[in-house]
């Protein structure tokens, strides 16, 4: 958008976001660095498993609000639940307390059609009840510190992984991640693996 007035339509119908000479001309992004590296599951499904990595293989990844990126897991989720060859879900909360009401539910929906459903965490129990498996991860395993989404079929081929921002102090009380979103089958295909591996 180029004007005042082009601002003013936009907002008129509902738009939350925008772009154009109005706000500003263009110029390189400033890119997020990992400073930690890459997050451990994506250095998995980049390099096909193990844990070490050099300066070059530290990637810049996006960063978002935490509703930014719970957008992009739902809709992974939503695709999974209407895909039409019920592909195996597997999921990383962290702990869980990041597991809500809503999310057993809806990963209870999954499980009716879905070979596999599967969420790991912190003091996960290893039965959710209709078909949800969980599996409690140890202290020091580094999945603990990621959030991911991977859906996996014969169609579908889809996965997120984010880790939170340590360096919000600019931003307090707002949580940002660093994050992936792929449809690569390849890297899919290693997410899943490095997950599975876990599964007892």
Known sequence: ????????Q???VGAGLAQGFRFGHAAPLNRHQCAEGLPRLVHAARRGGGSAEGPEHRKA???ARKEIV???SHHIEEQARHAVDHPMVLAAVQRIDNFSE????LYQELAKMSPLVVVFGGDMPADF?????????AADD??????AVVTLGADTCRALVARQVADAVDRPGERRFEFLV?????MVTRAARDLLARVP
């Open 182 to 186: 792929t449809t690569d089958r390849t």
């Open 1 to 8: 958008m180029e004007t005042e007035e082009h601002l003013e």
């Open 129 to 137: 009840g209709g078909g949800v498996r969980g599996v409690a991860l």
């Open 61 to 63: 990844l996006r960063v």
């Open 102 to 105: 809503s999310s057993r539910y």
């Open 70 to 72: 719970t957008a992009f």
């Open 142 to 147: 580094p999945l603990r510190k990621e959030w």
């Open 10 to 12: 936009a907002l008129a």
